[in-house]
């Protein structure tokens, strides 16, 4: 994280049915009570035009994208996050809570479609530069869980259609990352029950606001 940013950013990864959203709310009012001015965001999306690509990324329209398109699209939209939403928000001193972040694309686009991951790196840094998450928390429960639980709330979108095989690749990216990075990135055992996950979460931020000074 550049000095010149006085806020902090904490990112949440996992795969399907890990229970970010309940857990989002769940973060986003501790940090809250804490005093921090909060700003929510998601990737993809965060603004108009990266909702828009959302839409393109998540919906059917276009079943048979390319990968690297998919890849491409992840970025655009994350550099558009990044200059209207969450280096402004940074540099106000605000904490910036965002769903998935450049990790997804490492788990999805990387491990899952089988892109290089020097090809995601150097878009990585010509998109971000040295901005990286100060804290990631990463939902983890077992593929065929988080399915079943994933399967019971909507109609999927053009991701959750992968074939098992693809989701047991994203995970496997997932753990990866948090042991090359575990400073950062938290593993959260999502598959307990949600009071249990919570517990889990509270520890990590509430060490996180003891470390930031508060």
Not at 53 to 67: C, E, K, P, V
Request: proline share 4%; with cysteine.
């Amino acid at each position: 994280m550049s000095n010149s940013l006085k806020g902090r950013f904490i990112t949440v990864e996992g795969g399907e049915g890990a229970g970010k959203s309940s857990n989002l709310d769940y973060i986003r009012n501790l940090l809250s009570s804490a005093g921090k001015q909060v700003v929510f965001t998601r990737e993809p999306g965060g603004t108009p035009l990266g909702e828009a690509i959302r839409d393109l990324l998540l919906g059917h329209q276009h079943t048979g994208m390319a990968d690297d398109t998919e890849l491409l699209l992840m970025f655009a939209a994350r550099a558009e996050h990044l200059q209207q939403k969450i280096k402004p928000a940074l540099q106000q001193g605000q904490w910036v809570l965002c769903d998935r972040f450049t990790d997804a694309s490492y788990a999805y686009q990387g491990a899952g479609r089988g892109l290089a991951s020097d090809r995601i790196a150097s878009l990585e840094q010509f998109v971000q530069g040295e901005l990286r998450p100060d804290l990631t928390l990463l939902l983890d429960l077992p593929v065929e869980q988080g399915l079943a639980r994933a399967g019971q709330r909507s109609e999927p979108d053009r991701f959750e259609k992968q074939e098992m095989s693809f989701f047991e690749k994203v995970r496997a990216g997932y753990l990866e990352i948090a042991a090359r990075e575990p400073h950062r990135v938290k593993i959260i055992d999502a598959s307990k029950p949600l009071e249990t996950v919570q517990q889990q979460i509270d520890h990590v931020v509430t060490a996180f606001l003891e470390q930031s000074g508060g």
